[in-house]
Structure formats: C-alpha cells, structure tokens
C-alpha cells in the first residue's frame, strides 16, 4: 500500500494566483514527520517545509505554506502567488524512519 | 557553505561493467543517505550512514549494490555488474546528526547502463 498519495500528477496556475498542492499519507506511528520537496528540471531536491506530527500549528515558510490535518492524515502544500520559477515536480515525503517519497506533482506556472 | 557534492554528474556504461558513484555530504553532517530515483518517480531509500557505519542499508536492491563511507565524510556507492534496469538519478541526501534531522540533496547522478 502506497505510504504518501499525491493524487495530482500535474496542475498548472497562473502567475500570482495560490495553488494547493495535494498529499496524503498513511502511517501507524504516532511521531513522523512530514516534508515537501521541490525538484526543478535540474534534478536537485529543494527543501521546503516541514511539519512535525505533534506541532500544532500549520508550518509557514516564506510563500509555503502546510495545511495539516492530522486527523485526515493530510499534509497539503499551499504556495500562494505564484512566480514562473516555481514550475518544478514537488515531492510529499514522509519520515518514520527512512524518508518515503510520494509520486510527485509537476507543477506548471503560467504567465 | 556549500551543499551536497555528486561526482559524476552523468554515467554511461554498458552492461556487466562496474560503477563508483561519490558523494561529498554538508561539512559537518554525519548523516548520509544514498536514494535512487527512476523515471517519473519519487525517490526511493538504498541506505543510510550514521558515520562511518551503514546503519541502515535495507533498501539496496540485491548484493550488486554496495556502500562505504570509510572517514565518516565522502561516500562511494558501488554497482557491480551493472544491468540496464540500474538506470536512474542516484540522490545523495546528508543531515546534521541523525534521521531526525531534515535531509539536504545533492544534485544526482544520473546512470545510464546501455
């Protein structure tokens, strides 16, 4: 059974605009933690957010944004106003103890 | 600082042959991952060095596969006998002190087995 669902193999959102950015995860454990990853066509992996199963606030960084729902055991990723250098595959991990990746989302901005 | 460091950045070999593949981690990061990314995939965990020891190597797919860290810094993965389906990005990932810490990527190899 897959750990981390990313139900959205591509969006696309134009420039300026908030997009959401979907995951789900599926885990028995109750200390995990949860990440999303930006990979542009250069193929690194860009950290961006990371949210802690006991931290109850929602993690913000910059224009990323984590919208938690424990009880859903959802992590989605808000990127509010958009820029064109956002278009990248965006990655939901979640760690137990290795980092389990999702299937990735490509994101498309346009101008 | 500088971030993680891959060498090479591309791979050709042919079938059967043997691949080192480096990674140079964070200075002053003991933790070093090694993950193997295929075609339109997430990547997906080979091992992982606490130090100079493979403290777990569970997702390196068969005995062709190995890893050495030997000072604790610069990792080598090795590819014995290589097979086409060996092709992929292979990610090198360090972290401050152990798995709970957040993991910083390198740029990848990319391996191509002709």
């Known amino acids: 059974a897959q750990k981390i669902t990313q139900t959205q193999p591509g969006m696309f959102v134009q420039e300026k605009e908030a997009v959401t950015l979907d995951c789900t995860y599926d885990t028995s454990d109750q200390s995990y933690g949860l990440f999303w990853y930006k990979q542009p066509s250069s193929g690194e992996m860009i950290f961006l957010i990371y949210q802690g199963s006991y931290d109850e606030q929602n993690a913000t960084e910059g224009r990323y944004s984590l919208n938690f729902q424990k009880a859903r055991k959802s992590a989605n990723l808000v990127i509010s106003a958009s820029q064109l250098g956002d278009s990248a595959m965006y990655f939901c991990a979640m760690r137990e103890d290795t980092l389990i990746f999702g299937q990735g989302t490509e994101l498309s901005v346009k101008p | 600082g500088a971030g993680v460091s891959q060498t090479p950045s591309n791979k050709v070999t042919e079938k059967g042959k043997y691949v080192e593949l480096r990674c140079d981690p964070i200075?002053?990061?003991?933790?070093l991952y090694w993950y193997r990314q295929s075609l339109g995939q997430g990547p997906e965990f080979l091992i992982y060095?606490?130090?100079?020891?493979?403290?777990?190597d569970s997702g390196l797919p068969n005995d062709r596969f190995f890893a050495v860290r030997p000072e604790g810094s610069v990792s080598t993965l090795k590819i014995q006998r290589t097979e086409r389906g060996d092709s992929a990005v292979y990610l090198c990932?360090?972290?401050?002190?152990?798995?709970?810490?957040?993991?910083?990527f390198g740029p990848g190899t990319r391996l191509l087995v002709l």
């Open positions: 200075s002053g990061h003991t933790a």
């Open positions: 060095f606490q130090g100079t020891g493979a403290a777990d």
């Open positions: 990932a360090s972290s401050l002190s152990d798995r709970d810490e957040t993991q910083y």
